[in-house]
């Protein structure tokens, strides 16, 4: 099956919206504890969860167009999402180390695609 462009756009923004998802859940940990009621009320933390499902549906649409040994890599993207919004949101520290593994990602990315 050929991998379609729509479907590696959808990947793609699912893994943004993903990405969302991991930093709402991480502001919404400084809040967290095991009891049922401060969760529910723990707003930011619940709205990681939405966004991490959402990127889950934009996904399994994704998956109906593409091979997935094209489309799962893609989802990695993720981890630099995750990196660039830790840095703008969080005030987290990037070193030369984390930003060269990024760019590994992301070629290894780009290698399977081409494969594809």
């Known amino acids: 099956m050929k991998t ?3 479907s590696i756009l959808l990947v793609l923004i699912g893994t943004i919206i993903g990405a969302f998802g991991a930093l709402y859940i991480k502001i919404g940990s400084k809040d967290f504890s095991l009891n ?16 991490y499902a959402l ?6 649409i994704a998956l109906k167009g593409g ?6 890599p893609i989802v990695s993207i ?3 999402w995750v990196c660039i ?4 949101f969080l005030k987290e520290k990037m070193n030369s180390w ?4 990024i760019a590994t990602i992301i ?7 081409i494969g594809g």
């Open 98 to 101: 984390k930003w060269i593994g």
């Open 67 to 72: 091979d997935l040994s094209v489309i799962y």
């Open 85 to 88: 919004l830790s840095v703008w």
């Open 36 to 51: 049922i009621k401060k969760i529910i009320k723990n707003q930011k933390l619940i709205l990681g969860f939405v966004f």
């Open 55 to 60: 990127s889950s549906v934009f996904y399994v």
């Open 107 to 113: 070629l290894g990315i780009t290698l399977v695609g």
């Open 4 to 6: 379609e462009l729509w």
């Open 78 to 80: 993720g981890y630099a």
